[in-house]
């Protein structure tokens, strides 16, 4: 039957609240609904086509290291983080990861490479949707792993760090909120050692041109305490991350009759490797330095697969 000749296929209400029911019942029981373990089996038993969010390069490079697609696997947690901004991100992520991991498995997977990660922001309350996307892939001659490997790298680079004897091992975050001179918005939020009176000053038009010591001394330790807490999960899963999402930013929040009080928050996401100490590195490694002007092609959104905070006037880019 030619396609013009189909009848459309429409989803009637009585399926909408099935599967929404479904949904329901599956999050209850911190499980999968059985409408995704059918599509997921089905994937696995190979009766349905695999979907991958490959190139064709990387498709033909994994597949000859004897590394197959087998599904487009996600993870989604629309989480509330009124208390803790810090500690809402991190969970927040953390169970994206474990569902993403839960779908792998049930698809036959041992790993998920070029795992994208997306935020929508919501204004109901202090919430965010936090959204993993990946390709679930199958290393022959493993068997599926409950506990699938997770690595924000493409298929292409996930092959090049195991030819150079490293192996990517999980997704560590470390994420860090503090408040200076007061503040905290609902009564809630860490304070930070110091005042803002220093900052207004050197901050106001009689102060001229120089340094602000102590919003420069304030974002350096929110921006140290965040890299401690990705080391600490990192150490967990191996002994290196590759750390390219950085998103920071400080929110200035004006006080009646007081010096006006300071967010600042940064978060940072790496995929962890692990290898042997001091194994030498057949690639080549160049160092690379973005001073250019305008948005830097890193961070671009178009064509960057880790744009998972939004870079543009309060984010960060690499150097």
């Not at 209400?13 to 995704?36: I, Q, T």
């Not at 990660?117 to 959204?131: A, E, L, N, V």
């Amino acid at each position: 039957m030619g396609w013009f000749g189909r009848k459309a296929a429409f989803t009637s209400s009585a399926e909408v609240e099935e599967r929404e029911r479904s949904w329901g019942e599956a999050l209850a029981r911190d499980s999968l609904p059985d409408p995704v373990l059918e599509r997921l089996a089905d994937a696995r038993a190979g009766r349905v086509p695999w979907v991958a969010t490959m190139t064709p390069a990387e498709l033909l490079t994994a597949r000859s290291h004897g590394v197959r697609p087998v599904a487009t696997v996600t993870g989604t947690c629309w989480y509330q983080f009124g208390r803790s901004w810090t500690e809402g991100h991190a969970e927040g992520w953390a169970n994206a990861l474990i569902r993403i991991r839960r779908e792998a498995f049930a698809a036959g997977a041992n790993a998920i490479v070029d795992v994208r990660m997306r935020t929508i922001r919501h204004r109901i309350g202090s919430s965010m949707d936090f959204t993993l996307l990946g390709t679930a892939i199958r290393v022959d001659g493993l068997p599926p792993s409950p506990d699938p490997v997770v690595a924000t790298v493409p298929a292409l680079e996930f092959v090049r760090l195991l030819e150079m004897g490293i192996v990517p091992t999980g997704i560590a975050i470390g994420a860090r909120f503090e408040w200076l001179g007061g503040g905290g918005w609902g009564g809630y939020g860490n304070q930070w050692r110091g005042g803002s009176q220093v900052t207004q000053w050197q901050s106001s038009v009689f102060a001229g041109n120089q340094p602000m010591t102590e919003l420069s001394q304030f974002w350096e330790s929110i921006r140290r305490d965040a890299h401690a807490d990705l080391r600490r999960h990192a150490a967990t899963m191996g002994n290196g991350v590759l750390a390219h999402t950085h998103f920071g930013q400080i929110i200035r929040q004006e006080r009646d009759k007081q010096p006006p009080a300071y967010l600042g928050r940064h978060i940072v996401i790496g995929t962890v490797v692990d290898t042997l100490r001091n194994a030498d590195v057949p690639h080549g490694i160049e160092q690379v330095i973005d001073m250019r002007d305008g948005l830097s092609p890193f961070v671009d959104g178009g064509g960057s697969r880790h744009g998972v905070y939004p870079t543009e006037g309060e984010g960060e880019g690499p150097i």
